[in-house]
């Protein structure tokens, strides 16, 4: 009876050794799911929504969109960002300018919300999903976006009104829109 009453516990134990167990007995079974960086990092997957490093693009000729109109920095929560502008002389219309000198960003400050990007009137930043952002110093988290020698983007023509759009429209508008060179994108 005692031998009976001593395998029985033992088989009691095991049972609820079991039980507590099931989670990690049950993951034992399933596909692993770790990703193991960096060997994986040609292949890492981001979320769609992913947030990781703020960028201005520069398209081919060095040009961005940035107007300078401080709006990033204006709709920033904690001052990361700061639009510094200088003024030039239009060369089509010989009137001063309001002009992007510096765009900075404090990427140690930033808490990724998006706002500046929402803000922005035309579309001159973005986020990239570009994550690795370790350095020894934090001074060199401080990033200008706006490359050196980079100026803005012409701007495009307003639409034509309706009338010139008519058959009867000079010859000399449809020259001009001949004539003009449409940045390309970055
Ligand atoms: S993502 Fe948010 S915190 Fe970061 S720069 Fe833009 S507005 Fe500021
Ligand atoms: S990045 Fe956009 S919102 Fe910020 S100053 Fe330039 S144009 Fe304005």
Redesign the pocket.
């Known amino acids: 009876m005692k031998l009976i009453n001593y395998c029985k516990n033992i088989c009691l134990g095991i049972w609820h050794l079991m039980q507590g167990m099931y989670i990690t007995l049950l993951n034992m079974c399933r596909p692993k799911v770790t990703e193991q960086y960096p060997e994986n990092r040609g292949k890492y997957e981001y979320g769609e929504r992913f947030r990781a490093l703020l960028t201005?693009p520069h398209d081919a000729e060095n040009h961005?969109?940035?107007?300078?109109?401080?709006?990033?920095?204006n709709?920033c929560p904690n001052g990361t960002?700061q639009?510094i502008?200088k003024t030039e002389t239009d060369p089509a219309t010989g009137k001063p300018k309001r002009v992007?000198d510096k765009?900075l960003y404090n990427l140690g400050s930033c808490i990724f919300c998006g706002l500046?990007v929402a803000?922005?009137?035309?579309?001159?930043?973005r986020f990239t999903n570009h994550f690795e952002h370790a350095v020894f110093t934090k001074e060199r988290l401080l990033l200008q976006?706006n490359r050196p020698g980079s100026s803005q983007q012409a701007a495009k023509p307003a639409p034509a009104p309706a009338s010139a759009l008519s058959p009867a429209a000079p010859a000399s508008g449809e020259k001009a829109a001949a004539d003009r060179v449409e940045p390309k994108n970055a």
């Open positions: 201005m961005h969109k940035c107007i300078a109109c401080g709006m990033c920095m709709s960002i639009v502008a992007l765009h500046c803000a922005c009137p035309t579309g001159a930043i976006l």
